[in-house]
């Protein structure tokens, strides 16, 4: 991991949180360092920041133990980096908000074992573009394309199964099935024309958020695809930087 200490962030207060970010990727490929345009608004806010790499190509479970795990190590090294884990913002990008959102939801479930020490709370998560539910197709839109790498990809988001993954399995990893009215508040960023997440697997959980329009955000864009261009993730900030006031 990458972290990145303010000498401002003590100053102020209320607003003093720590944002980690998780790269994108498929689980299989990039790293903390290709995807630092993400970070760079909550630097220039004088934010302490954590980029986050993850074991890659191990598939989605391992994937998502290592957000916990990190946390974890942070709350045993607050000598060395005084990050605030009162006030954590979760965010990331396709597989890294996926990761980040399941931490999430799952830090109030007293039978999800990958669980958060004392002392760490999540304030809040940013998901741009992350998987919340209908894992089964985003596996099956990767297993299925004609793209090498993809189909990499694909293959490897449950590589215990040698087809496709068992619906009890993949339900294991959707945040919807741990999402309840406890949960922090969520920003989801995500594009209609999406064609690697499919816009179709965000309407159930948009729908819980939207249950609850003073506490979560949801920002759609019709014509959005699956990485925000840089003129769409200049104007979500000015919306995050809003709803991180709110919290």
Do not use: C
């Amino acid at each position: 991991m990458d972290i990145y200490l303010s000498g401002e962030a003590k100053k102020l207060n209320r607003k003093n949180l720590t944002v980690v970010f998780l790269h994108g990727g498929g689980y299989y490929v990039s790293d903390k360092s290709k995807e630092e345009r993400y970070i760079r608004p909550y630097l220039k806010k004088g934010l302490n920041v954590v980029n986050l790499n993850y074991r890659i190509k191990r598939g989605v479970p391992v994937a998502t133990e290592d957000l916990p795990n990190a946390l974890n190590y942070l709350a045993t090294q607050r000598a060395t980096y005084p990050l605030n884990l009162d006030r954590v913002i979760l965010t990331g990008f396709s597989a890294g908000a996926h990761i980040a959102s399941m931490a999430a939801v799952t830090a109030n479930d007293p039978a999800y074992p990958n669980k958060l020490v004392p002392g760490i709370k999540i304030a809040g998560v940013i998901n741009f573009s992350g998987p919340v539910d209908g894992l089964d197709v985003v596996e099956h839109v990767f297993m299925n394309n004609e793209v090498p790498i993809m189909k990499e990809i694909g293959m490897a988001l449950f590589p215990e199964t040698t087809d496709y993954a068992p619906k009890e399995l993949v339900a294991k990893y959707e945040p919807i099935n741990y999402f309840d009215k406890n949960d922090p508040p969520f920003f989801l960023w995500h594009g209609g024309k999406d064609d690697q997440v499919p816009a179709s697997t965000f309407e159930k959980f948009v729908a819980l958020l939207n249950q609850e329009p003073n506490k979560n955000e949801v920002l759609f864009l019709p014509e959005g695809l699956h990485s925000p261009s840089s003129n769409e993730l200049n104007s979500a900030y000015e919306k995050i930087f809003v709803f991180l006031d709110k919290l």
